[in-house]
């Protein structure tokens, strides 16, 4: 197959997969719904307008995330080569990117002041990835992925600090008080 075929050949699948994201939307009862199509590179963007749009997404993107791997399974059935399908609603992936990064930048902080690791709630891929690339410069915490399937989850962890303060016979962690005088004293 040459250039020219395999460019004919995701040129129909595009148009295949456009008319499928619209069927599925039609049988949600989104019919004020139109699907936009864009290419970036190895990207294929698509976007989910109009006024039942913000329908599509679902709670915390969990239906826009299945449609997107639907489309995904779609376009890369045929042998034309890999192409990335990333689907979008109202600029709703932008948004849970930059609330993901501003969750990461407070993590930081939470665990910077307590000297504790924090385990964040179970996310997608996509979701984690932003929060390990937020905060890799950090000079406070380190972050890793545990669980497995849809348990997978982000720990972030402090740096310097090591488990042996966290250990249940590890050396005690010190308290400074500060006593009030006697006139202040309640009794």
Do not use: W
């Not at 699948?13 to 936009?36: P, T, W």
């Not at 179970?122 to 399937?149: C, D, F, W």
């Not at 090591?162 to 005088?181: C, E, H, M």
């Amino acid at each position: 197959m040459n250039i020219k075929d395999e460019t004919a050949v995701l040129n129909g699948n595009v148009a295949e997969i456009k008319e499928f994201l619209q069927n599925v939307l039609a049988k949600m009862d989104l019919i004020n719904c139109s699907v936009e199509v864009s290419e970036n590179g190895e990207n294929l963007l698509m976007n989910i307008t109009g006024d039942d749009a913000a329908h599509a997404i679902g709670y915390r993107g969990e239906t826009l995330d299945a449609l997107q791997y639907l489309c995904n399974l779609m376009l890369n059935s045929a042998k034309s080569g890999f192409k990335r399908v990333t689907l979008d609603a109202e600029g709703y992936r932008t948004k849970r990117e930059k609330i993901l990064q501003r969750l990461a930048g407070n993590i930081e902080q939470k665990v910077k002041r307590s000297g504790r690791a924090v385990s964040l709630e179970p996310m997608n891929p996509y979701e984690r990835r932003i929060i390990h690339t937020s905060l890799q410069a950090s000079k406070y915490v380190t972050t890793q992925s545990e669980g497995q399937g849809n348990g997978r989850h982000v720990v972030i962890t402090p740096i310097g600090q090591s488990d042996i303060l966290n250990a249940p016979n590890g050396p005690r962690k010190t308290l400074n008080f500060v006593y009030r005088s006697e006139k202040k004293r309640r009794r």
